[in-house]
């Protein structure tokens, strides 16, 4: 039964000492642990009552609160039930019940004189004291590696098929997007007069990502078309022409940041935990589940430079029948995001006061995307006969649904803890579809299309959080 005895005054000790990132509670400090079976004894062997059973632990932190607890089973019905539960919270304020048949409460207001919970502080005499509504709470580092589940396309160059149709594109790139991320936050704590206070938080975040592709010996018997890019129509070389090697390169760099509220609105106090349960490894008893609301804007500023060469062969130009083909390309893509979702947190103590502590959230929104893009391409060669340099500059605007879903793992000693997260997101990082359409007929160049998808990406990253 030692379990039993030892879950629900834990559980709701850490609900009132500290807090950390995302409603992450510390649990910090030492405390006693005192029984009270009613009888003075602590023994399984004591409860011999026949139809009820009633367990009355106690539990007193340093800080001078004790926390209660009552479960009274009932076997006089046909099957045995709790008759009922509740969590007590008593000291120089008065006492005050907090229970539920499933074990579950709301994030309840504090009492008067209610000195823990909240934004509370650890002073130098180990009592915890509300001081402003509205303070620092802690600063957190992630990084870690991103990248996309999915193949990007990237196409160049047109030819014909025989007949005289064109064939748009002749060559293409398979990529994906790959590299590492790094998210700074600045977490505050905001007193709203209930036991968990909510969380604002201010992250900044950066991104370098990057891929390649390349191909070799690609022939084209009836002929190759260099693109134009809208300023100018594009050339057609008529002769069967040979790509001895094609390069494709992208490197996108991207700072951002975001606001965020967590609101807790529930606490449940696990009846059955043991240790190291419910993804809780190396610890002993879980303490405590927080379920919260999320709401956040976010925005991102993204440079992606790309560069397409090739270098062709057309024998019909005799000793002059290499050339050189180059597309170089650059978007500045802006995102603002709003999205809403939820949270729940786990957290277990062991002996040693050590916190481990798991989340689950997910989150909904859309994103408003805005793409500036700058296209050039140059072209040289056929003992001069080619020589091509022109760019134009477009734009496009869309709108896009977003979706994340997001688990972690820490452990936390004091006020320095270290973990692990892992995520998977839809929309979070817009990709851009982009593609050069040959001239009319009549020579009349058209411009460019881009079109802005959202892809699935993950991303692994490990963090550190120092808590005040």
Sequence with gaps: MTYLKLTLPALLMSSVLASQAKSEPVFSGNFGLAYNEGSGASSAEDFEVPDRIRFNHRLVADNGI???THIDLD????AEEIDEAFVSLSGDFGRIHLGDADESVANVRRPDGFVAGGCAQRSDDGSYQIGSKFRLDGLSLKVGYLGFLDDSKRSALATEDGLGNVV?????FDYS??????DARIGYCYDTGRLFPTKLGATFSFTDLGAD?????QALPYGLGITGVGYAPGVFINA???IRYGNFSVDRTSFGGGLEIVHPFGVTMPRNARSGSLGMPFAQNEVLRINSAILGVNFDFADQDERAEFLTDTPAFGAGSAANVRYDTSFDVKTFGVYAGLQQERHAINGNGVTTSGYL????GYSFVDVEAFDRVQAIGLGGALNINNGNRFSESEGMETFSISAGLSRTKGNLSGGFTVAAQYGG???IDYFRPDSTGGGVPLDPEIDVDGDWSFRIGASVRLSF
């Design 75 to 78: 076997d006089r019905r046909t």
């Design 361 to 364: 959230r997910t989150t909904v």
């Design 177 to 182: 997007l790959k590299g590492l991320y790094a």
């Design 168 to 172: 748009n594109p002749a060559s293409s």
């Design 66 to 68: 004790t926390f209660g």
């Design 429 to 431: 990082l817009p990709l």
């Design 213 to 217: 592709d390349s191909f070799q010996n």
């Design 240 to 242: 069967p022409t040979d």
